[in-house]
């Protein structure tokens, strides 16, 4: 904390009229009333509260403009108290106040110093004094932040906010509509003076990413993720056995003995995955296109080299004397699975129903079984990591990507509108392979690629 900070509080604090702004800040920062910002405090953690107040404090010092003072808080110090303060405070307190909350990215990270930062949308860009932040940020992340030019160098105020690359488009285009929207109303066309006066704008862009993530969707290759289970009776269970070992799409994974539903009586359960070897034309119909608003997750089958092998794990079918169940990741696919199941097995089974099950993987169902821990290494053989990175990130220089306008990167290398976007492209799988938290994580040849499309910046 700078010295000068308590001093400011306490002059703050001795007037009590500039309270009566602290709910407008409130409602504009958190949307919420000054009486449920206090509730929610009394039950979160000391670290969240101070960051709460943080916030609060450096919007009310720095940015706010109080009409009973014609003038900003700080501003109004500096003029009218100076005498509190010494001249090298004063010189920070000037540097602070012209200061205005923007989103940053990471350009470089030197640890245990700082960062090299630069703005989205405004000319800010230099180094940025803050030994925390260079210990926990790395290169193209963005930041929401305030940061002042004092001596030579930015340094950080208030709560900065992390959020992920992805979100780079959005913010952009975000701050760039706020902008145009007020152009209308006023002259104003100075990017550090927009963000100064519509400070409240950076807030609204974060609560709408917040939003964003909560709302966004989870696809698998065939459908929304869904868990699901298909339930079917079984009339004949050797026959069914027999037909399932006559299909490609099914691979048997074991057989053991489970308690069964009358006491001290074992039965048998059988399990497979269900592969989509050999239908799928059969499944195109369900395939998931292009999606704008989530994530599209995998579950490619690799060989022990890491090549995709072009076969998709949909689901896990457990066999037993009276129940065939199978389990999925979406309704699609169940919805496929029953009339697919009553077809290849016959009189074998008769359908049953279709359950869904809660998103948090948790069943209601009495006397489920506890699902077993997946029997995982604790470290993958780094070569081997390396080597699947490579076949796949370099696979996809010649694949089509959406975010490149459907061109391959090589393509895009050479197309003057889609070569921006490679290199955005890239700071994305560069920002990713700079984060270390996964010891499985596959890495990302990032220098091999740049390598590749003979690309550098």
Not at 32 to 50: H, P
Not at 307 to 328: H, K, M, Q
């Amino acid at each position: 904390m700078a010295t000068f900070e308590s001093k400011v509080s306490e002059i703050f604090d001795e007037n009590p009229k500039l309270a009566r702004s602290i709910p407008t800040v409130i409602r504009k920062i958190f949307q919420e009333s000054e009486f449920k910002f206090k509730q929610r405090l009394r039950n979160e953690t000391e670290a969240a509260i101070q960051q709460d107040l943080t916030r609060l404090y450096d919007i009310l010092f720095i940015d706010y403009y109080h009409g009973n003072l014609n003038d900003r808080f700080i501003s109004w110090v500096i003029k009218n108290r100076a005498n509190a303060f010494t001249e090298e405070e004063l010189d920070e307190m000037r540097a602070q106040s012209e200061s205005h909350l923007d989103f940053y990215e990471i350009q470089k990270v030197v640890p245990g110093k700082g960062s090299y930062i630069k703005s989205l949308c405004g000319s800010n860009a230099g180094f940025l004094n803050d030994i925390s932040t260079s210990r926990s940020l790395v290169k193209w992340d963005i930041m929401l932040m305030r940061c002042y030019f004092y001596r030579g160098e930015y340094h950080a105020t208030g709560t900065a906010k992390l959020f992920q690359r992805q979100e780079k488009e959005f913010i952009v285009e975000r701050i760039e509509e706020a902008r145009s929207e007020r152009r209308m109303d006023s002259l104003e066309f100075d990017y550090a003076d927009f963000a100064k006066t519509h400070w409240d704008i950076f807030f609204q862009i974060e609560r709408e990413i917040a939003r964003r993530g909560e709302n966004r969707k989870f696809y698998t290759k065939y459908g929304i993720l869904q868990l699901c289970e298909v339930h079917f009776q079984v009339n004949d269970i050797q026959s069914l056995l027999a037909k399932i070992d006559d299909q490609e799409e099914f691979n048997f994974i074991e057989s053991k003995r489970i308690n069964g539903k009358k006491k001290n009586r074992e039965t048998i359960r059988h399990q497979f995955d269900w592969l989509s070897c050999g239908i799928e034309k059969e499944l195109e119909p369900i395939q998931t296109g292009e999606v704008a608003d989530g994530l599209i997750l995998s579950t490619s089958q690799l060989d022990n080299k890491g090549n995709s092998l072009g076969i998709e794990a949909i689901g896990t079918l457990f066999v037993e004397p009276y129940l065939c169940r199978l389990e999925t990741r979406s309704l699609d696919l169940a919805e496929f699975a029953k009339n697919h199941f009553e077809h290849i097995f016959g009189d074998s089974v008769k359908f049953k129903r279709i359950v869904k099950l809660k998103m948090d993987f948790k069943r209601d169902r009495k006397n489920a079984e506890e699902p077993e821990e997946a029997n995982l290494p604790d470290q993958i053989d780094p070569k081997v990591l390396k080597s699947v990175g490579e076949k796949y990130y370099l696979g996809l220089l010649d694949e089509s990507i959406p975010a490149l306008n459907n061109l391959t990167p090589r393509e895009a290398r050479h197309d003057a509108v889609a070569y921006p976007l490679l290199v955005d492209w890239l700071k994305s799988l560069e920002n990713m392979a700079e984060k270390k938290d996964d010891k499985m994580q596959i890495p990302v040849p990032v220098k091999r690629i740049k390598k590749e499309l003979k690309i550098d910046w």
